[in-house]
């Protein structure tokens, strides 16, 4: 309690915007009695479907639920390759070896956290299925690049879109650029619903072979079972338990309605911090590409002096100490003991990708954020890096 006080109350890392309108509708979904999949999350997959332009949308259980169903629906299976980046959490890679294919990753752009499309050819074989991008911390790839790419080798494009909806590229919206695009709601997402996810696509074959997929292989949903009162159905392929419960899809939809005015809030609180921090030497912001409209995710930092770039987990260490909350997006997976130990991965495969972690920090950031809080985290980051500098 004494550290508490000392440095005054803590600026939680994120918090997710949930009021009264969520506590609402969950308990409308309670009182109706039907939790699981069934009408809620009817609905919540046709507005999504309406907000994004698309044909088809799917709710999920998780947002790795989304990508492996993409994935499989682009036909991956075993012995595949799947090309992407080591800058991503984990989950991307584990939905590639769920289809028992091998994630085959490529360096992201100098002074970036995106794929970098230049290299992706070189990474393609016989065995090249899929190319995977991963927009990270809000910021959009170069989706024309890739999809050019893609064409050409006569392969699939399926997005992990969990840091970009709300983003776009070319002024299109970041799910209409992908032959599947996967999105998670996980608590820290811009629109969450605590757990869950969405995959959608315009091609119906695929999104029937997901729908399916998602609910055990069966040929007729529980809502469609109990909801007619015809008990009888087939199992037409093996599939897996992914759908989202209508509790989930109430707060999604409510969610959804609030969407474009949270994105506001965070472009406003992502300015504050440019604002704030002008005047600190050795530090940058992520910049936005040409023709990208970043989804202001994360709050990503990135240091620019030597120095201070070896210092980097001392100072996040004397924020959180200060009562700051501090993450890292992300270790690349090649680092990681498994990818070494499955792959054949090594430190220096990925020089880009380790020199972007090495030296980024992300911040605190949420749509409810002050001013005032976000200078508290600005000033204390200044008297951290002026202390250690």
């Known amino acids: 309690m004494a550290k508490r006080r000392r440095h005054g109350e803590a600026v939680d890392f994120y918090r997710p915007p949930i009021g009264g309108a969520e506590k609402a509708a969950v308990a409308v979904v309670l009182g109706r009695g039907w939790l699981t999949s069934g009408p809620e999350t009817a609905r919540f997959e046709e507005e999504m479907q309406s907000h994004l332009g698309v044909k088809h949308a799917l709710a999920t259980s998780s947002g790795t639920a989304a990508l492996h169903l993409g994935l499989l629906a682009a036909g991956v299976g075993p012995g595949d390759e799947v090309i992407t980046s080591p800058y991503t959490f984990v989950a991307t890679a584990e939905a590639i070896a769920y289809c028992g294919a091998k994630p085959v990753f490529v360096d992201v752009e100098s002074g970036g956290y995106n794929i970098d499309p230049d290299l992706i050819e070189g990474a393609i074989t016989p065995r090249t299925r899929v190319i995977l991008p991963v927009g990270i911390g809000g910021i959009p790839c170069r989706s024309d690049r890739i999809r050019q790419i893609a064409r050409r080798y006569k392969l699939a494009v399926v997005e992990d879109g969990a840091h970009t909806l709300g983003g776009s590229y070319k002024n299109k919206p970041i799910g209409r650029w992908a032959d599947a695009t996967a999105f998670s709601f996980y608590s820290t997402k811009n629109l969450t619903t605590g757990e869950g996810g969405m995959v959608v696509t315009d091609r119906a074959a695929w999104h029937k072979k997901m729908r399916v997929l998602s609910r055990h292989g069966l ?20 599939g897996y338990k992914y759908n989202m419960s209508d509790l989930l899809a109430a707060l999604g939809r409510v969610q959804l309605r609030r969407f474009a005015r949270l994105q506001k809030r965070r472009e406003a609180v992502a300015r504050w911090y440019r604002e704030c921090a002008a005047d600190i030497a050795g530090l940058s912001f992520t910049e936005v590409p040409p023709h990208c409209r970043s989804a202001h995710h994360l709050l990503m ?11 980097r987990d001392r100072i996040l260490s004397e924020l959180a100490r200060r009562n700051i909350g501090v993450s890292v997006h ?37 749509p409810t954020m002050t001013r005032d809080t976000v200078k508290r985290v600005v000033d204390t980051l200044r008297s951290v890096m002026d202390h250690l500098g």
């Open 219 to 238: 040929s007729k949903a529980t809502w469609d079972r109990y909801g007619s009162r015809s008990w009888s159905y087939d199992v037409a392929l093996q």
């Open 301 to 311: 930092v990135r240091l620019t002096d030597r120095l201070l770039i070896k210092k």
């Open 330 to 366: 992300f270790i690349p997976l090649h680092a990681m003991t498994h990818f070494r130990r499955r792959y054949g991965c090594k430190r220096g495969d990925f020089p880009r990708a380790e020199a972007s972690f090495r030296a980024t920090m992300s911040l605190p950031f949420y």
